[in-house]
T-cell receptor
């Protein structure tokens, strides 16, 4: 079974709005990562948050991590049409931090 | 730098045929992995390796073999292709998590169809 599950499965917003995606996972982790995939392309790393961190920012991205609830959220502020993509969370499935397991993803559509 | 290079980009096989998907990275990464991506299923980990001579199974290893004879290369072998192996395959690499790594770099994928 997959470690991480994103919610919602799909999200449609207008340019300029904020987009929030959530990820829940099952077992304890060393870190949690978010990736983006444009249609037909490989995944691109967005941000990594370690288990002892609660919040991290990178440009228009804000990631939070709540290890007590085993959940994370990705906020994209002031969305642009170019943010249209699928977003995946990934968690390490073993103590060594290897074996990165992905969720099923959230498909974000940003219309202008 | 080329990053992670996967070949071929597209492949059509007949049931029962064997083939090898190639993956090479030029970033001196110890960690390499293979995923398959199916519609609505996200990415599922097939096999991974933390260094030359070391491989381990992921979530869906059946029907696939790997070996890691060099740091740069991590080929994925389909021994006897089945229609259920029709998918897009991604190779990824990173520095080891314990050495400040963990951020995966992905190849552009191989689209495989098994008839």
């Amino acid at each position: 079974s997959q470690q991480g599950e994103e919610d919602p499965q799909a999200l449609s917003i207008q340019e300029g709005e904020n987009a929030t995606m959530n990820c829940s996972y099952k077992t304890s982790i060393n870190n949690l990562q978010w990736y983006r995939q444009n249609s037909g392309r490989g995944l691109v790393h967005l941000i990594l948050i370690r288990s002892n961190e609660r919040e991290k920012h990178s440009g228009r991205l804000r990631v939070t991590l709540d290890t007590s609830k085993k959940s994370s959220s990705l906020l994209i502020t002031a969305s642009r049409a170019a943010d249209t993509a699928s977003y995946f969370c990934a968690t390490d499935a073993n103590q060594a931090g290897t074996a990165l397991i992905f969720g099923k993803g959230t498909t974000l559509s940003v219309s202008s | 730098n080329a990053g992670v290079t996967q070949t071929p980009k597209f492949q059509v096989l007949k049931t029962g045929q064997s083939m090898t998907l190639q993956c090479a990275q030029d970033m001196n990464h110890e960690y390499m992995s293979w995923y398959r991506q199916d519609p609505g299923m996200g990415l599922r980990l097939i096999h991974y390796s933390v260094g030359a001579g070391i491989t381990d199974q992921g979530e869906v290893p059946n029907g696939y073999n790997v070996s890691r004879s060099t740091t740069e290369d991590f080929p994925l072998r389909l021994l006897s292709a089945a229609p259920s192996q029709t998918s897009v395959y991604f190779c990824a690499s990173s520095s080891l998590p314990g050495q400040g790594g963990g951020k995966l770099f992905f190849g552009s994928g191989t689209q495989l169809s098994v008839l």
